[in-house]
């Protein structure tokens, strides 16, 4: 091969070889993808409103409600349409009317609160609100990416002001009533592992005292 010759070859060997040397150190400095992984900046599942806050009975505490109002993302977690308005309520909010404190139950806005209920007690001949049940659904335990009805629920107690909310009952399949028949216990009928159950719950102490199954309903009932 004759010097002119080689004089031409090697130019255009490396104007061919230095773009692709480029190339390849530019896809190797990019972050790879990892699916299932979400950016932590990204956009909040839902947006949310404050809703009208109202007197709890006998206290100086107001209570409103958290209620989404649209989906951001249609690959994020969604939730069981249990408001009126097709929203689901995320949190409660407490504001002290005396000292104007105000508090959110939890600390995050990511599970739904499908029921609240208060019960009250006799203070000096009136009604006062001294506790709030909540059932709640904190993770969708049938991997539906939905927190709905068929969602493991947890029943929680707290105080009129939201303080002091204690979990009592986790991992329930289906509640079927809560009422206070003795003052400061409420009794829970619920089914937990395909097995029905009643408990009475100490509202104050925020502990079950006695749990018994319900009654054998037959083989047409499940």
Request: proline share 3%; with cysteine.
């Amino acid at each position: 091969m004759t010097q002119k010759l080689l004089n031409k070859i090697v130019p255009l060997f490396f104007a061919l070889l230095i773009p692709a040397l480029g190339s390849a150190c530019t896809r190797s400095s990019e972050t790879p993808r990892i699916e299932g992984v979400k950016d932590s900046n990204s956009a909040p599942k839902y947006t949310a409103a404050l809703g009208g806050f109202q007197t709890l009975k006998g206290t100086p505490y107001l209570m409103a409600i958290m209620t989404s109002t649209g989906w951001s993302r249609e690959d994020k977690l969604s939730s069981y349409e249990s408001g009126s308005n097709g929203g689901q309520n995320h949190n409660l909010v407490f504001l002290d009317a005396n000292s104007l404190e105000s508090r959110r139950l939890f600390n995050t806005n990511d599970y739904v609160i499908t029921q609240t209920d208060q019960y009250t007690q006799k203070v000096e001949g009136k009604d006062v609100t001294q506790w709030l049940a909540h059932r709640v659904l904190k993770a969708d335990t049938d991997g539906d990416k939905r927190l709905d009805q068929n969602d493991l629920q947890t029943v929680g107690i707290s105080s009129a002001n939201g303080k002091q909310y204690v979990e009592v009952l986790t991992g329930i399949t289906a509640i079927f009533g809560l009422e206070m028949v003795k003052p400061g216990q409420l009794v829970v009928v619920y089914e937990k592992d395909k097995a029905k159950t009643a408990s009475i719950i100490d509202l104050e102490k925020r502990t079950i005292i006695a749990t018994k199954p319900v009654v054998d309903l037959g083989a047409q009932v499940k």
